[in-house]
Nanobody, 126 residues
Framework: QVQLVESGGGLVQAGGSLRLSCAAS????????VGWFRRPPGKEREFVAAISWNSANTFYADSVRGRFAISRDNAKNTVYLQMNSLEPEDTAVYFCARGTYFSTRPGRSVAEYDYWGQGTQVTVSS
């Protein structure tokens, strides 16, 4: 069983920054791609960013590219999402999820991810 726990959310003013963390249990987490998704108020869950198992490749939604950065520290079983220049439109519950084993090109579809965290709230005020 894999457990993912997100942290680092909170309330921030527009233009500010936050860093989210996704801590995982289980040694095999390091062999999987990981994705970040978010669910804005009243909307469906959407892809934000993903990272391959070995950090060689990262992918971003167009809406966050250039402002967000995903990274991982496999020694700590943790994946991060650095969010800069935050906008009110970034307000959402953010989730991390485990992707495909040894994937170098993680996808954007929710269906490609099996284990999910409980989410952390990010609120950006204008």
């Amino acid at each position: 069983q894999v457990q993912l726990v997100e942290s680092g959310g909170g309330l921030v003013q527009a233009g500010g920054s936050l860093r989210l963390s996704c801590a995982a249990s289980g040694r095999t987490f390091n062999s999987y791609a990981v994705g970040w998704f978010r669910r804005p108020p009243g909307k469906e869950r959407e892809f934000v960013a993903a990272i391959s198992w070995n950090s060689a490749n990262t992918f971003y939604a167009d809406s966050v590219r250039g402002r967000f950065a995903i990274s991982r520290d496999n020694a700590k079983n943790t994946v991060y999402l650095q969010m800069n220049s935050l906008e009110p439109e970034d307000t959402a519950v953010y989730f991390c999820a485990r992707g495909t084993y040894f994937s170098t090109r993680p996808g954007r579809s929710v269906a490609e991810y099996d284990y999910w965290g409980q989410g952390t709230q990010v609120t950006v005020s204008s």
